[in-house]
């Protein structure tokens, strides 16, 4: 008994002690580590300096003719850059109604006039949400010291959203142009004086709506690298012979969708564009016209970030809009699914300005919007040269609904630009349709179709293995119902609904 | 299907109520402007009325250069008054409105003028010095503001005033954008000029500009030295003339001079100095042989002297060598100068050691009381026969086959 208690004892003297060494060698480790953290000599220098682009309203300079002394690129763009951060930092402020970084961007006595605004709000429970799209400054004067610019801001676009008590009150777009004096106090060149000498109701001009060719086509992502399509595993092989095989079933176009985060935001990818454009290449090449979708996966459309997402689609609008492939632009698919997320108001009024700006870089494109339901279709309809909504629901219903629709929007044409039935019936749904009622689900559509004359786009071609979990989230039932989407199954065999992917009737032969 | 007719039903009575909400909130508020004025001074206090009928809930939206708000309206029987808070009336600039209703929107803007009473110039003054000579000038950039600090309105007269030397001026302009600005010139005299501006009886205070020297232009230089023997112990002073700019302004003090002196052999040395009231000097030592020195003087990149040539005589005619009797000290002197006095202190005397015809050592030593001795010593120079070369001020005497 004595003898176990001993070992027992022991055991444990001994594993303490193991205890206690690992503790001390783990201290000293930990010392060691801490006193070795900052050591990172690539940090000593601060060499590395990261911008993060926050505001990038549209800036035009008119030309030089500035009295005094003549202006140099480089403290034009230091003005440039204090100036708008001033508004950026304003918009901060009154969007919470606090004064951090005013004082960087403003001087002693201009502050004090934002100061009161944000007091008065304050205590009034306003708050104002707002930013400038656009500046048109002229430079009037730059002192011989280099000390003091002048410059008059024409024509600055300004959108604001007004709160009381946390409810929205109003929403302004106004076109107002300000006097501006700035000095160069500390390295910043901060606002000295602002008068606004001109203010009107903003609205965008009216542009001719733009008529497009008769859309026949299908949703588009590689088999093997669905909503992925870009950067590493882009193939341009793979993407030309879909496209000659969508060519060849009478279809003739294609939706593309491109990521705002994933092609960089306001600093897009170059690399990624090229390959847009390659896509648009190699459409051109097989005659297929392409509609391209703008913004897959935003859902910020804070209204601070608008400037953002315009620098986004003017790189990518200006990049494409000479393009021979290009039929539409898809501002966004499915933005009134973020209706209640985002706030209706908030959503529509980003997507009715992204029209304008859109429009306004390229006015030869027709524009839509690929709203989720034929319900939401109406929204925004006198903006859109091209009305554009999904179909998921049941068949039966589509005569009525495309008719009502129509009798609501009789100027503009109508497409339907996602449609589709999967074919998924397995475990996680045992009463799905098979392969052979998806035939069914595209014949009798593809009837309606050719009855009422209307233009369509299917989803899609390829049935997926793997979907990214942004797409329906990680649920099972959803991600495998999405994955039999397609005409043809993972093993790249036709299913019979491929039949119908066309009004024509295409081979039902392997090439 | 039954159920969807019943959500469409359901639908549309909600919408159709709603709409029915919707009217009967506005189609009985009706609002009509009464104050028509569209302009106002900064300060001056600035209400709008409305006559209404039906909901007095509602809100203005106003917005001046600064930024915007949201005002509520005082109720008075039939009429609804939004008084604008001071932090808007008293910012000149448009003040734009727009009164919240969800029928018919009224807006309209004020244009809200600065006072025409001043209470500030600000004055902005640079560059702080510029050059004699009428083409460089400086500015100076006038905002005269009110006690609200609004910039005056534009044309306001601002005269600015200056004071050089004898003469005093005075010249009107007018504020454009909120500013005025006036180029001063400079006279070809240096000195300063004193500025002020004055604007509705409102004067600045006084500002001033240096008006500097121009850039100096060529001058002669001059040479001083108490005896033109070449010692290597007396100091030769160099000396420019009083540099002056082309409109005979004495070049500001600190002028830096460069001396470039080139010997015979073609060897250049320098020695600089700073100009006080025009004059730059500078030293270098006498050379220890005898030389012939040219001498030029330049103000880098701006101006240049005449050239100035100095011979210096060689005021040690020889000099006494004695090696000891293991021929391993060897003493110089007593070396004497020009007047047979003993050199000062000093001077170098160079002790070549060639074995074989081969440089293998060189010995420097400095003169004291006259001598110099140098100790060749046993183990740095092993036994053997050696040629030796002694040179001081320039002569050189050789030794051949000492043995040591």
Known sequence: MSKINKNILRGALLVSYVLIIALVIYAFGAIYSYLNTGADRSKMLHTEVKQIDQYLPEITWQPLTNEGRPMDAQTLTAIENDYLDGWFVRHVAYKTNTTIGI??????????????????????????????LEHHPTLEFFSEDGQLAVLTDNDVVEYKRLFKDNQLITEITEKSSYKITLLLEDGFWRVRHMVKIKSEPYTAQVTQPVSTTTINGINYYPQATPWAMFGDHFDADIIASDFELIQSTGL???????????????????????????????????????????????????????????????????????????????????????????????????????????????????????????????????????????????????????????????????????????????????????????????????????????????????????????????????????????????????????LFIANKKPSAQQH | MSFKNLYISLISLLLLTSTVVFNTRNSDSTYTLLTIKSESIAGESISLKFAFTGDSEVLLYGSNSYGSILLEPEVNDKELIFILPEVMSNKSGVFNWKLQ????????????????????????????????????????????????????????????????????????????????????????????????????????????????????????????????????NQITTFKTSLIKDRYDNTVSDGTFVTFFITNKA??????????????????????????????????????????????????????????????????????????????????????????????????????????????????RYPKGVYDVELKTAGIVKSYKSINL
């Open chain 1, 103 to 132: 004082g960087d961007y403003y001087t002693e006595s201009a502050r004090q006039n934002l100061f009161n605004i944000i007091a008065l709000n304050s205590e009034n429970k306003t708050t104002v949400i707002g930013t400038t």
């Open chain 1, 252 to 498: 003739n176009s294609i939706r593309l969708f491109v990521p705002y985060e994933d092609f960089g935001k306001s600093d897009i990818d170059q690399n990624k564009l090229d390959q847009l454009i390659t896509i648009l290449d190699l459409a051109e090449s097989a005659n297929l016209k392409v509609m391209v979708t703008l913004f897959d996966f935003y859902g910020d459309y804070s209204v601070l970030n608008w400037t953002l997402t315009q620098r986004h689609a003017k790189t990518i609008i200006q990049a494409l809009k000479d393009h021979k492939a290009l039929a539409v632009w898809d501002i966004k698919n499915e933005p009134n699914l973020d209706f209640e997320s985002r706030g209706t108001s908030l959503v529509t009024a980003w997507l009715a300005h992204m029209i304008d700006f859109v429009k306004a870089q390229d006015p030869n494109h027709a524009v839509t919007i690929g709203w989720s339901n034929a319900e939401s279709a109406t929204l925004l309809k006198d903006k859109l040269d091209l009305v554009s909504f999904h179909y998921y629901e049941d068949l039966e219903a589509l005569d009525a609904t495309f008719e009502t629709l129509k009798s609501n929007i009789t100027d503009k044409p109508i497409v339907i630009t996602e449609y589709g039935m999967s074919s998924y019936h397995g475990f996680w749904n045992p009463f799905g349709n098979s392969e052979e009622g998806q035939a069914e689900y595209h014949k009798t559509i593809q009837s309606i179709f050719s009855e009422h004359d209307i233009q369509f786009m299917s989803w899609t071609l390829y049935d997926f293995g793997k979907i990214p979990k942004e797409v329906v989230g990680r649920l099972p039932w959803r991600q495998n119902a999405q994955k039999h989407f397609g005409f043809i199954d993972e093993n790249g065999i036709r299913k019979p609904s491929f």
């Open chain 2, 101 to 232: 209703t969800t029928s018919h929107p009224i807006s309209g803007h004020i244009t809200i003028q600065p006072k025409s009473e001043i209470k500030a110039i600000e004055s902005y003054l640079g560059p702080p010095s510029i050059e004699a000579g009428g083409t460089d000038y400086t500015m100076l950039v006038v905002i005269p503001t009110d006690d609200l600090d609004n910039p005056l309105a534009d044309s306001t007269s601002v005269t600015i005033k200056h004071q050089f030397l004898t003469n005093a001026y005075a010249s009107d302009v007018s504020t454009e954008h909120g500013f005025a600005f006036k180029n001063i010139n400079s006279e070809t005299k240096k000195g300063r000029i004193l500025i002020s501006s004055e604007c509705l009886d409102l004067n600045s205070k006084e500002f001033d500009v240096n008006v500097l020297p121009a850039i100096p232009t060529d001058f002669k230089i001059a040479s001083e030295r108490i005896h033109n023997y070449a010692d290597g």
């Open chain 2, 266 to 379: 073609g060897y250049k040395s320098k020695t600089s100095g700073t100009t006080i009231n025009g004059i730059a000097r500078a030293k270098l030592l006498h050379p220890d042989f005898e030389d012939q020195w040219n001498i030029k003087a330049y103000v880098e990149g701006m101006a240049n002297s005449n050239t100035i040539v100095l011979n210096y005589k060689q005021a040690i005619s020889d000099f006494e060598v004695a090696f000891s009797e293991d021929n391993r000290t060897v003493t110089l002197g007593p070396i004497q100068s020009f007047m047979s006095q003993r050199v000062p202190d000093g001077l170098t005397v160079k002790l070549s050691i060639f074995k074989d015809g081969m440089l293998i050592h060189q010995l420097i030593k400095d003169t004291f009381n006259g001598m110099a001795e140098f100790y060749l010593d046993n183990d």
